[in-house]
């Protein structure tokens, strides 16, 4: 093998044997000269033991580590630990690459070296697969804020599943996944390591399929912590703004607004009794008043949604909620022209 430019593609496994063997034939059934697969069974308890144990026979590049239950941060970094190639990507275990993928990959890295690379992915959910709108080219961190709208929408930042990292800057600015997280880890791996770039090259072709219909994925969990960790998730990310001296405009209030509206449809979409859900959703409004302590919008989204409890009806207050969600994606969601749609990528 050879390993000039290597990727390595670490794949935390924890009862996945649902979807495991997609995922891996995924990678396998594509050129993989350059690469390695670096499988981390996090305890699991079914079938994906063995397919990971038989992968990991057949294939001499895939390596197979075993550990305790220890969540998916300790097990990505259990996976960086091993990683030898100079470029790291990841994939979640009920997800799956395009056949395109690695070969496109390589192309992007072979005229440069970029710190950080972003690609497109679809949507899968059922059937259907959806890709989005992508911006296209060579951005500096600050350039790509301009466009906050379309990055807070598309998950430039908050997803580590369509991206290549550099391991030299990983290693040497210490990044890796808070250990114990379980939710926004991508977000907060992804501003650390955003620091230490200049350049982002993101690639407008869909690489990546993206499974948004899994229900024992940790995106439909329960967390009664929500709160405090959309908390720390925000203040990282004024504090990562600060940084890089961004002024502060229209777009990150309505950032802001779709945490909260995320928040509270949590708690009402819970399993939680109707006065504790109320509750749960005052926290919420509060708490993101308190943050963001009178800013500059004029919207006044937070006040307008208090007003809603004066029916006592959460049903009501979930289809404003919704109805608020519509409104603030359609802001302002005209797409810069540096934007190209999917079917740009055919062909």
């Not at 995924?26 to 699991?44: A, H, N």
């Not at 275990?93 to 072979?110: K, N």
């Not at 993101?288 to 307008?304: N, Y």
């Amino acid at each position: 093998m050879k390993y000039e430019k290597m990727i390595s593609i670490i794949i935390p496994v924890y009862n996945s044997g649902r979807y495991i063997e997609q995922c891996i034939t995924s990678i396998t059934r594509q050129e993989q000269d350059g690469c390695e697969i670096i499988l981390v069974d996090d305890g699991s308890n079914d079938k994906s033991r063995d397919i990971c144990e038989r992968y990991a026979q057949q294939y001499e590049h895939i390596t197979l580590i075993r550990k305790e239950n220890g969540g998916v941060s300790s097990a990505r970094n259990a996976g960086m630990d091993k990683a030898r190639g100079k470029y790291i990507m990841f994939i979640d275990s009920d997800d799956y690459l395009e056949p395109i993928a690695l070969e496109s990959i390589r192309s992007i890295i072979a005229g440069k070296e970029y710190d950080f690379v972003i690609y497109n992915y679809y949507t899968v959910h059922g059937n259907e697969k959806k890709a989005a709108s992508f911006l296209n080219g060579l951005y500096s961190p600050k350039e790509l804020f301009r466009h906050y709208d379309i990055y807070i929408k598309h998950m430039y930042y908050n997803s580590i599943f369509n991206k290549l990292y550099k391991k030299e800057i990983l290693d040497k600015n210490g990044v890796t996944f808070e250990p114990g997280a379980t939710m926004g880890e991508d977000l907060l791996f992804n501003l650390r390591y955003a620091e230490s770039v200049q350049e982002i090259y993101i690639y407008q072709c869909p690489l990546y399929n993206y499974r948004s219909d899994n229900q024992d994925s940790l995106m439909h969990k329960y967390y009664s912590d929500f709160n405090s960790i959309q908390r720390k998730l925000i203040l990282s990310e004024i504090g990562y703004f600060r940084k890089l001296d961004i002024a502060w405009n229209p777009n990150f209030d309505r950032a802001i607004y779709m945490k909260i509206i995320d928040a509270c449809k949590h708690y009402l979409a819970a399993d939680l009794p109707r006065d504790v859900k109320k509750s749960r959703v005052r926290e919420t409004l509060q708490m993101f008043q308190d943050i963001r302590q009178g800013s500059l919008s004029k919207e006044k989204v937070l006040i307008r949604t208090s007003q809603l409890f004066g029916t006592g009806l959460l049903i009501e207050l979930y289809v404003k909620l919704k109805e608020l969600e519509a409104a603030v994606r359609a802001g302002k969601d005209q797409v810069p022209g540096g934007v190209k749609g999917v079917e740009e990528c055919k062909g």
